[in-house]
C-alpha cells in the first residue's frame, strides 16, 4: 500500500486529507517567548475492540483482501513468508519509531500469532528504511510511505522500480521486502505508516472501502491495527494455509480456520455490503486527491454522493461521501457543510464499528458550536468521544478534541478548568503534530474559533 495523508488536519476558520490512484504498491520554529510546552505524551496499552462481523463476512473480505491489488488487478495465489520472519530497521530512525515498532511486534506475535523478531543481519526478511519525505516523493510523489517485494534499500528499489523484480502480482511467497517511512514526519504519522506498510508486508496487499473497522481500507480513519485487522493477520498465518494456494483453494479452508480463531463470529448474521464501485472510488479520489481545484474537488464530492444515494447505501461509505462533501464544501457555503457533517454523523452513529468516524465528524460539530458560542452544545458533542480518540490512540484527534475542550469551557466561564484541559492537550499534540510550531500553530487555530477570544482580540 502506498498510504497517503487522506485526512488533513481540521481547517476550522468557518467564516473565512489525501487520496492516492489505485496503485501496484501496496502502501493511508517556536519564538523566544512562547511559553515551553509540556513533554510528549503517548499510549501505553493497546485496546483494540474484537471484531464485530461475522465470518462469513470476513471470509469474504479475506478472499477480496489477499487476491487483488488496490488497482483491482488480481492476484494469481497467495503469498506470505513462510517460517520466523526477521526485521532490521536501517536509516536514521527517531527514538519513536523504535519505540512504537517494538509494542507493534508485541501485538503481532500475541495478538495474530506471526513468528517475528528484529535483526541487526542484512539478510533480514523485512527492512524499514527511515527515509525522508523528499526521498519518498523522488520515488512515489504521492506517497507518505510504501512498501515493495525483492529489495532492501531505496536506492535497490529505484534501481528496480520498473522491473519484474518488484511487481507484487509476480510472487509465489515473500522471501525479502522493504518498507520506506519518513523518518523527519511527527512520531503519529511514522507509526500509522509502521502499522499499515508492516501489516501489508506481512498479509493483504488490499484496501476495502467496505471494511468499517479496519486499516485495510483508504479512508485512513484506523491508523492503527484493529482487532479485526488482526485477525485478518492470525488467518493469513494459520498453519492450513501456505503460498502459492489459489482463491479456491483458500475459500475452501477459511470457515473452519474462522470458526477456530473467531467463534463469536460464527453467531453473528453476515451483512453481506455490496462492493464498492469503481466509480465511486475514483470520484473519492478525485474529490480528496492533489491535482485538482476546489471546484473540480467539490464535483467529484458531489458524484461520489450521487453514487451512494442511488445505490442505495445506509453505511459507512454514505456517511464518508457526506463528510467528504462537507469537509470541501467549509469554505464555500458553512451551512451547507453543517448540514453534511450532521447528515454524516446519522449514518455514523446507525453503523457498528463506527465510532472513531463519529469521533472525527464531532470534532467538526464541535468547531461549529464553538464558533457560535454555544459552549454546553461543544460539551455534549465532545465528550462522548474522548474515550473513543485514546482507545484508537489517535493522538492528533485526541489533543484536537481536548483543545476544543478548553475552548468550550472557557466560553462557560470555567476558565481554571480550561487551562487544565488545554495543558493536558498539548502532551498529545507533540505526538498528533510533531514539531513545535505545528502544535503551537494547532493552538492557535482553534483558539480563532471562539467569539470570546476574537472580541478580546487576543488572535
Not at 529489495?151 to 523484480?165: I, M, N, P, T
Not at 517511512?181 to 503519529?188: E, L, M, R, Y
Not at 445505490?311 to 467528504?324: I, M
Request: glycine share 4%.
Amino acid at each position: 500500500m502506498i498510504r497517503s495523508r487522506f485526512l488533513l488536519p481540521l481547517g476550522f476558520l468557518l467564516s473565512a486529507c489525501m487520496s492516492v490512484a489505485p496503485s501496484e504498491m501496496p502502501t493511508r520554529a517556536s519564538t523566544t517567548s512562547d511559553p515551553l510546552l509540556p513533554p510528549m505524551k503517548t499510549f501505553a496499552t493497546p485496546r483494540p475492540d474484537a471484531p464485530k462481523a461475522s465470518n462469513a463476512d470476513i471470509a469474504r473480505d479475506f478472499l477480496d483482501l489477499a487476491f487483488r491489488l488496490e488497482s483491482g488487478r488480481e492476484l494469481p495465489v497467495l503469498t506470505r513468508f513462510e517460517g520466523p520472519i526477521t526485521l532490521r530497521v536501517t536509516g536514521k530512525a527517531p527514538i519513536s519509531l523504535n519505540i512504537d515498532l517494538n509494542k507493534l511486534l508485541i501485538r503481532l506475535r500475541t495478538e495474530a500469532g506471526i513468528d517475528i523478531q528484529r535483526t541487526q543481519s542484512q539478510n533480514a526478511s523485512i527492512t524499514i528504511e527511515a527515509v525522508s519525505h523528499a526521498q519518498i516523493r523522488k520515488q512515489l510523489p504521492q506517497a507518505a510511505c510504501f512498501v515493495v517485494p525483492n529489495v532492501s534499500s531505496l536506492a535497490e528499489y529505484s534501481a528496480a522500480r520498473r522491473s519484474q523484480r518488484t511487481d507484487w502480482s509476480r510472487l509465489t511467497k515473500r522471501d525479502r521486502l522493504a518498507i520506506f517511512v519518513p523518518a523527519d514526519a511527527p512520531p503519529q504519522e511514522l507509526r500509522d505508516c509502521l502499522h499499515e506498510e508492516l501489516a501489508q508486508a506481512l498479509g493483504p496487499l488490499n484496501d476495502l472501502y467496505r471494511l468499517p473497522d479496519s486499516v485495510f481500507n483508504d479512508d485512513n480513519v484506523h491508523t492503527v491495527l484493529t482487532g479485526y485487522d488482526m485477525l485478518i493477520l492470525r488467518a493469513f498465518y494459520s498453519p492450513q494455509l501456505q503460498s502459492g494456494l489459489h482463491r479456491d483453494e483458500v475459500a475452501a479452508r477459511l470457515p473452519s480456520i474462522l470458526a477456530q480463531m473467531n467463534p463469536a463470529g460464527a453467531r453473528q448474521s453476515p451483512r453481506y455490503l455490496p462492493a464498492t464501485p469503481r466509480s465511486w472510488i475514483d470520484a473519492i479520489q478525485a474529490a480528496l486527491g492533489p491535482g485538482s481545484n476546489a471546484v473540480a474537488r467539490r464535483a467529484a464530492a458531489q458524484r461520489a454522493l450521487g453514487i451512494a444515494r442511488a445505490a442505495g447505501w445506509t453505511d459507512h461509505r454514505r456517511a464518508f461521501s457526506h463528510y467528504a462533501l462537507g469537509r470541501l464544501t467549509q469554505n464555500y457555503d458553512a451551512d451547507m457543510a453543517l448540514s453534511h457533517f450532521r447528515t454524516a454523523q446519522k449514518f455514523y452513529d446507525q453503523q457498528p464499528g463506527a465510532k472513531l468516524h463519529s469521533a472525527q465528524v464531532a470534532q467538526q460539530l464541535a468547531a461549529y458550536a464553538i464558533s457560535e458560542g454555544r459552549g454546553q452544545a461543544a460539551l455534549d458533542i465532545i465528550d462522548p468521544h474522548l474515550n473513543v480518540a485514546a482507545q484508537h490512540e489517535n493522538a492528533a484527534l485526541l489533543s484536537t478534541l481536548l483543545l476544543l475542550r478548553a475552548e468550550a469551557l472557557d466560553l462557560l466561564g470555567r476558565s481554571t478548568e480550561a487551562r487544565l484541559v488545554r495543558l493536558d492537550s498539548l502532551g498529545w499534540a507533540r505526538y498528533g503534530f510533531g514539531a513545535d510550531w505545528a502544535v503551537r500553530a494547532k493552538l492557535r487555530e482553534i483558539a480563532a474559533l471562539s467569539p470570546l477570544k476574537r472580541r478580546d482580540g487576543q488572535i
